[in-house]
Nanobody, 124 residues
């Protein structure tokens, strides 16, 4: 059983940056596919960025490409999402997810394990 806990969210002004962290416990994520998803009020959950278990494939949703970067530290069993040049439309609850099938990748959302999510607010 994988437990995932997100941190690093909060309020930021447009154009600002945040780095989300996801701490995993219960198992090592070495060969897990991992990803970040978000859900705004009244909208469906969407895949923001994911990386395969082998690190050979990465998905980044078009609207954040060039601004958001996913990374993972296998030694620390953590996953990160660096978000730069944030826009009001990026505001949402962000979720970390993991799946034991190494090739699972966004934008599919049926990952096996999910964190509780963390709020990101972009406002001046």
């Amino acid at each position: 059983q994988v437990q995932l806990v997100e941190s690093g969210g909060g309020l930021v002004q447009p154009g600002g940056s945040l780095k989300l962290s996801c701490t995993a416990s219960g198992t090592t994520l070495d060969r897990y596919a991992v990803g970040w998803f978000r859900q705004a009020p009244g909208k469906e959950r969407e895949g923001v960025s994911c990386v395969s278990g082998t690190n050979s494939d990465t998905f980044v949703m078009p609207t954040v490409r060039g601004r958001f970067t996913i990374s993972r530290d296998k030694a620390k069993n953590m996953v990160y999402l660096q978000m730069n040049n944030l826009k009001p439309e990026d505001a949402a609850r962000y979720f970390c997810a993991a799946d034991p099938y190494p090739s699972r990748l966004c934008p599919v959302t049926d990952f096996a394990s999910w964190g509780q999510g963390i709020q990101v607010t972009v406002s001046s």
